[in-house]
């Protein structure tokens, strides 16, 4: 770690911490909330990794007062949190359980008291089972769901809500909850994926209407994005040839655009019937991508590392292989550290879509490291620290470049139920002792409140 002084932010820079409502809440059953497909897929045999479930996490629903105070005394502006749509709506339609909305009414006055802005995602990955059972994103009609669900929060919270996020990585929910089946809903669609990608979107569009109608604050929605590196047999860029830079070119189109041109651009890449293995005139209906391309306020960068791109091996249908980068350190999740591609994300953003893109937030960036308690109950994260320094001196650079970034939320305030890999990736500034649900500031809270206190 570079012993520079970290670089100034501007004074109105928002600095944040996100979390979602399936890895914190816990009171899976309470107050009427309905089964999500994540309540479904954790409690199947074999799913999770260490065999737990989201039933409990870090039962944020009753220590939600607790953990703001955590967060007023970091001192963030900003809180990313989601809103479970099975509490709003048990059966993703219909009318709202006052219920669940009394928990998000009581969590959005709380954080305000304090001076934090809620800034609020529709839909984290928990969607409601009866939604799945009747085809889920497949299924036009949810995009349909989503939006009048999304009216109804606006509705209830749209007064004091700063900023509004419709969907958290539509790519990775489709990548790994629809074709590789490692997340809920388990799906492997590899004959005909594409509608879970359109209806996303459709949703994503429909939503924005709804929030326009009845709330006050910002829209946007919350991408993961990764550059596509090409590399060679050894995974370094020095052995790439064409084909592995080729392989990287449609890699990025998957990962980078797929989501990102019809938001921004209103139409998808060129060769998306390659990529989508489908013919999108019978999935995507006139009107649809002026709905998807409507005005954002911000968009939403969900940073973690870039991705190893190699030629496809012959029996690969795909038109990429994909491949661990050598020459970085990792992370518990075996990511590796790449500070550099988080400017290169932001910058490669800026010069793709020129004006049509608004202002951007890291909505999310942050990494696992096996985390415990020393004897003096201080949790040593050092190379915690290291990252998020690096990586937020990547922002800096961007800034420097010219591109427009306005907030940076770090993944996650707590230790939380890492989606497949359970209870064992610990990704907070908190830990927190999952047996005793006891919390304790690591040292990277203590640096990141210092960080936050200097730019004020
Ligand atoms: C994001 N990948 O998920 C999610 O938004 C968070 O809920 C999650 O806890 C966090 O990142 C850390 O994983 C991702 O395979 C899951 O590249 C997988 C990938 C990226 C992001």
């Keep these: ?34 089964p999500s497909i994540w309540d479904t897929f954790s409690h199947q045999p074999d799913r999770i990794g260490d065999g ?17 105070a955590l967060m007023a005394d970091l001192g963030v502006r900003t809180y990313r949190f989601s809103v479970a749509w099975p509490r709003i709506q048990p059966a993703g339609q219909g009318a709202p359980d ?32 009866p939604l799945q059972d009747a085809g889920g994103w497949t299924n036009r009609d949810t995009a349909a769901r989503f939006g009048e669900y999304a009216e109804i929060v606006a509705r209830a ?24 089946g490692l997340h809920a809903p388990g799906r492997q669609l590899l004959d005909d994926p594409f509608p879970v990608v359109h209806h996303q979107l459709l949703g994503h569009g429909l939503a924005t209407a709804a929030i326009r109608r009845h709330a006050s604050g910002g829209v946007a929605i919350a991408n993961n994005y990764s550059p596509a590196w090409a590399v060679g047999p050894d995974g370094t860029p020095d ?29 998808y890449p060129d060769g998306i019937d390659q990529l989508a293995g489908v013919d999108p005139d019978r999935v ?30 012959p029996d690969n249908p795909l038109p990429f292989d994909l491949t661990a980068l050598s020459g970085y350190p990792t992370t518990a999740f075996g990511w590796p550290v790449v500070p550099a591609g988080l400017t290169q994300t932001l910058v490669m953003l800026a010069d793709r879509y020129g004006d049509a893109l608004p202002p951007m937030w890291i909505t999310e960036n942050g990494c696992c490291y096996d985390d415990k308690p020393g004897p003096d109950a ?63 500031p690591k040292a990277s809270y203590a640096w990141y409140r210092d960080l936050i206190a200097r730019t004020r």
């Excluded at 954002?296 to 870039?306: E, I, K």
């Excluded at 770090?410 to 939380?416: A, E, I």
């Excluded at 497949?420 to 990704?427: P, S, V």
Aim: with cysteine.
């Design 1 to 34: 770690m570079t012993d520079e002084p970290l670089p100034d932010f501007p004074p109105d820079f928002r600095w944040g911490v996100s979390t979602a409502a399936y890895q914190i809440e816990g009171a899976a059953g309470e107050d009427g909330r309905g």
């Design 52 to 68: 737990s479930t989201g039933d409990v996490t870090c039962d944020h629903y009753h220590r939600y007062a607790g953990d703001v």
């Design 98 to 129: 006052p219920r669940g909305l009394a928990f998000y009414d009581r969590l959005v006055d709380a954080l305000l008291e304090r001076g934090i802005e809620p800034a609020v995602t529709l839909f984290h990955w928990d969607l409601p089972q």
């Design 157 to 180: 919270l749209g007064d004091r809500v700063a900023l509004w996020m419709t969907l958290n990585e539509p790519f990775i929910h489709f990548a790994l909850g629809h074709l590789l």
């Design 239 to 267: 052995t790439a040839d064409g084909a592995d830079r080729a392989a990287a070119v449609a890699y990025d189109a998957f990962h980078n655009r797929l989501f990102t041109d019809p938001l921004l651009r209103g139409r």
């Design 284 to 313: 995507v209906l006139d009107g649809d991508l002026d709905i998807i391309s409507a005005r954002l306020d911000v968009l939403g960068v969900n940073y973690y590392q870039p991705t190893g791109v190699r030629a496809p091996a």
């Design 378 to 440: 201080v949790v040593a994260d050092h190379d915690r620290i290291a990252y998020l320094d690096a990586h937020i001196r990547a922002v800096r650079a961007a800034l420097d470049a010219g591109v427009r970034v306005d907030g940076y939320c770090v993944w996650s305030l707590l230790d939380n139920w890492e989606w497949a890999e359970g209870f064992t990736k610990r990704f907070g500034l908190v830990h927190v002792d999952f047996d005793t649900q006891r919390r304790t």
